[in-house]
């Protein structure tokens, strides 16, 4: 299954920061890309490009100037789409239902007031809690379910950086070949 992420409705100046985490949590979840709705922030955009290509792997990011576009697109290709929402049904209780379902998984996550027609066009409107949260909880949650603790395993291509676990200290892997 491959999964990607909506992140609607960005504004520059007030969001880059939550969004760029939107975007580092889709990416060290699992996600292959993330398409960014509202206001275009190629300089978000170039930044979490740069990251990419530094800590490896071949994670996407592409400006979605009209997001139901995306969503319809997703839908006609045979996807299906998780809209997070503290409205919907609890994550814990679908996500077997969706894991099993072998079809790509568009994951949306909202702006400050997300439209109807977004949530009438998904499959799935799934809340990880019943309380306002952020973006970036509700997608790490989720996509930590989803992946069922297998992004603890991920490997990324081509880091030039790479973190090697220890219980005390730091210790990262710099592979200066990658970085060329």
């Not at 990416?27 to 290509?53: H, Q």
């Not at 066009?121 to 799934?126: E, P, R, Y």
Request: hydrophobic content about 35%.
């Amino acid at each position: 299954m491959n999964v990607c992420v909506l992140r609607l409705d960005h504004r520059i100046g007030r969001d880059t920061r939550i969004t760029t985490h939107v975007c580092l949590t889709s990416r060290a979840f699992g996600a292959s890309k993330i398409y960014l709705s509202g206001e275009k922030d190629e300089k978000l955009m170039e930044n979490v490009r740069d990251i990419s290509k530094r800590w490896g792997g071949d994670f996407e990011v592409e400006y979605a100037k009209n997001f139901m576009r995306i969503i319809l697109n997703w839908r006609d290709n045979g996807g299906k789409i998780v809209h997070l929402t503290m409205y919907g049904s609890q994550a814990i209780e679908k996500i077997e239902e969706i894991r099993n379902d072998s079809s790509d998984i568009l994951i949306i996550v909202g702006g400050p007031k997300v439209p109807t027609e977004v949530y009438d066009n998904a499959d799935w409107n799934i809340s990880v809690t019943n309380q306002p949260h952020s973006e970036v909880s509700s997608l790490a949650v989720f996509q930590h379910l989803l992946m069922d603790g297998k992004e603890f395993d991920l490997k990324f291509e081509n880091p030039m950086f790479e973190v090697i676990p220890t219980e005390v200290g730091k210790k990262v892997n710099v592979n200066k070949e990658n970085g060329k």
